[in-house]
T-cell receptor, first 113, second 115 residues
Framework: EAQVTQNPRYLITVTGKKLTVTCSQN?????MSWYRQDPGLGLRQIYY???????DKGDVPEGYKVSRKEKRNFPLILESPSPNQTSLYFC????????????FGPGTRLTVL | AQSVTQPDIHITVSEGASLELRCNYS??????LFWYVQSPGQGLQLLLK??????LVQGIKGFEAEFKRSQSSFNLRKPSVHWSDAAEYFC?????????????FGSGTRLSIRP
């Protein structure tokens, strides 16, 4: 089944404890992206990647890191999480670029205490 | 600055009634335009998209949207809503050239259906 998977789905952590949210797609898509969703703000793009080893900042990259060493994986890293990063995170992928249909993962709900 | 505005935070319509969700954008050039739907507890799913050509586009689940350049709008419509249409709807805009891939989402409109 074609899909985007994220792990974990739920995470509660404490300020400053490094964490990684994994994202994987099995559709051989070139484009992958991370978003955070907050009430009243919709989805905001954190980082995106056009292909392996090619990443770029979205609108809210501060406090996040990404890497794209393999085509299928695009992990989101929070080196030192803070409470303002408490949010619902979505990973998405598309064939090439955001102008193609993006397929979204199920989301990761992160709480930073 | 590039932006997408969905002026209605929450809309309630009766089952079987028509629906129009508003979307206005501010962009430097002709953008790509999208509508996505998010059912409760789910990720987003593409309803339809506009790149060029016919300004009235048809999507899945009986939805359509009309691009009006003069009004910078891309409103979503459905002639008769079903209870299963209750969800949150997001308008999104991307650059109208293939090499860039930033995309901006609106803040969403939550749709409730009255039985």
């Amino acid at each position: 089944e074609a899909q985007v998977t994220q792990n974990p789905r739920y995470l509660i952590t404490v300020t400053g404890k490094k964490l990684t949210v994994t994202c994987s797609q099995n559709m051989n898509h070139e484009y992958m992206s991370w978003y955070r969703q907050d009430p009243g703000l919709g989805l905001r793009q954190i980082y995106y990647s056009m292909n392996v080893e090619v990443t770029d900042k979205g609108d809210v990259p501060e406090g996040y890191k990404v890497s794209r060493k393999e085509k299928r994986n695009f992990p989101l890293i929070l080196e030192s999480p803070s409470p303002n990063q408490t949010s619902l995170y979505f990973c998405a992928s598309s064939l090439t670029g955001s102008y193609n249909e993006q397929f979204f993962g199920p989301g990761t709900r992160l709480t930073v205490l | 600055a590039q932006s997408v505005t969905q002026p209605d935070i929450h809309i309630t319509v009766s089952e079987g009634a028509s629906l129009e969700l508003r979307c206005n954008y501010s962009y430097g050039a002709t953008p790509y335009l999208f509508w996505y739907v998010q059912s409760p507890g789910q990720g987003l799913q593409l309803l339809l998209k506009y790149f060029s050509g016919d300004t009235l586009v048809q999507g899945i689940k009986g939805f359509e949207a009309e691009f009006k350049r003069s009004q910078s709008s891309f409103n979503l419509r459905k002639p008769s809503v079903h209870w299963s249409d209750a969800a949150e709807y997001f308008c999104a805009v991307g650059p109208g050239y293939s090499s860039a891939s930033k995309i901006i989402f609106g803040s969403g409109t939550r749709l409730s259906i009255r039985p």
